[in-house]
């Protein structure tokens, strides 16, 4: 069983800046391809960022430029940095483990822009 912790997730005024963080437990995580998703109020979960096991990455239009998914394998950790937020950019971030036919997913971060 893999469990993913995300962090870094809090208030934070537009034009600001987040970095959120997925710890996960064992040694799946190298080979497995790691994304953040999020779920806005009223809508439906979305993709934001992709990174596969080879680093190779894929962004969402939404945040395509503001965004940057990165991975420390040794720290079995993911990340999401988050730059020049935007109110719309509001919404419970997930982080998700997929390594066919295993998947996971964590338990979210609220993520709140707003002055």
């Known amino acids: 069983q893999v469990q993913l912790v995300e962090s870094g997730g809090g208030l934070v005024q537009p034009g600001g800046s987040l970095r959120l963080s997925c710890a996960a437990s064992g040694s799946i995580f190298r080979v497995s391809t790691m994304g953040w998703y999020r779920r806005a109020p009223g809508k439906q979960r979305e993709p934001v960022a992709t990174?596969?096991?080879?680093?190779?990455?894929n962004y969402a239009d939404s945040g395509k430029d503001r965004f940057t998914i990165s991975r420390d394998n040794a720290k079995n950790t993911v990340y999401l940095q988050m730059n020049s937020l935007k109110p719309e950019d509001t919404a419970v971030y997930y982080c998700?483990?997929?390594?066919?036919?295993?998947?996971?997913w964590g338990q979210g971060t609220q993520v709140t822009v707003s002055s």
């Open positions: 998700r483990l997929y390594s066919p036919p295993f998947e996971y």
């Open positions: 990174i596969t096991s080879g680093g190779s990455t």
